[in-house]
């Protein structure tokens, strides 16, 4: 079955502190990855993507398909970066998208 | 360039009545998408459309009907409302399966 799971419900950090929202899946194919990211009363969209191995906003995702994992890290966390984390799924062959249930990141001055 | 455009913002209806979400997008994009977003579930697909004419089930598809009227517009109706239809319910389109444009969002209660 095709899903993709995030742990963890909320994340509270201080700024300045390392971040790493975790994300796994499970997926019979190539996954193709992405975090979409939801600030507060402004739209969902698009973070990154692992294909294209950027690093936006100073955050960067490792596709790890031994472990099946596509953790969102951060070195140093910003005040600004506080919203909703989503984690997405490519399914082959259709536009569609399965997300995660979300992280809600929280940073602390 | 408007993007994604979803009305109304917000709306409160009462347990067996009907509403339309009305969404489009400018972005001359074939697939659009209907989900909703509910506390500790994520985003659940409800219906989406590939193209103009063409409209198929996602997680979560009873209690609504889609319409893909053409190209820019795809509209989702509640027939008879129920409290667990209660949600934000954010529409999104694409051109390719690499990025969703997601709309501002409708937040509806039914009581």
């Known amino acids: 079955a095709q899903r993709v799971t995030q742990p963890e419900k909320l994340l509270s950090v201080f700024k300045g502190a390392p971040v790493e929202l975790k994300c796994n899946y499970s997926y019979s194919g190539s996954p193709e990855l992405f975090w979409y990211v939801q600030y507060s009363r402004q739209r969902l969209q698009l973070l990154l993507r692992?294909?294209s191995r950027e690093s936006i906003k100073g955050f960067t995702a490792d596709l790890n398909k031994g472990e099946t994992s596509f953790h969102l890290k951060k070195p140093f966390a910003q005040e600004e970066d506080s919203a909703m984390y989503y984690c997405?799924?490519?399914?082959?062959?259709?536009?569609?998208?399965?997300f995660g249930t979300g992280t809600r990141l929280q940073v602390f001055p | 360039n408007a993007g994604v455009t979803q009305t109304p913002k917000f709306q409160v209806l009462k347990t067996g009545q009907s509403m339309t979400l009305q969404c489009a997008q400018d972005?001359?994009?074939?697939?659009m998408y209907w989900y909703r977003q509910d506390p500790g579930m994520g985003l659940r697909l409800i219906y989406y459309?590939?193209?103009?004419?063409?409209?198929d089930k996602g997680e979560v598809p009873n209690g609504y009907n889609v319409s893909r009227l053409n190209k820019r517009e795809f509209s989702l109706r509640l027939e008879s409302a129920a409290p667990s239809q209660t949600s934000v319910y954010f529409c999104?389109?694409?051109?390719?399966?690499?990025?969703?444009?997601f709309g501002p969002g409708t937040r509806l209660t039914v009581t």
């Open positions: 997405a799924l490519s399914v082959w062959s259709t536009d569609k998208l399965i």
């Open positions: 459309s590939a193209s103009e004419g063409t409209t």
């Open positions: 692992h294909i």
């Open positions: 999104a389109s694409t051109r390719s399966s690499y990025e969703q444009y």
């Open positions: 972005m001359n994009h074939n697939s």
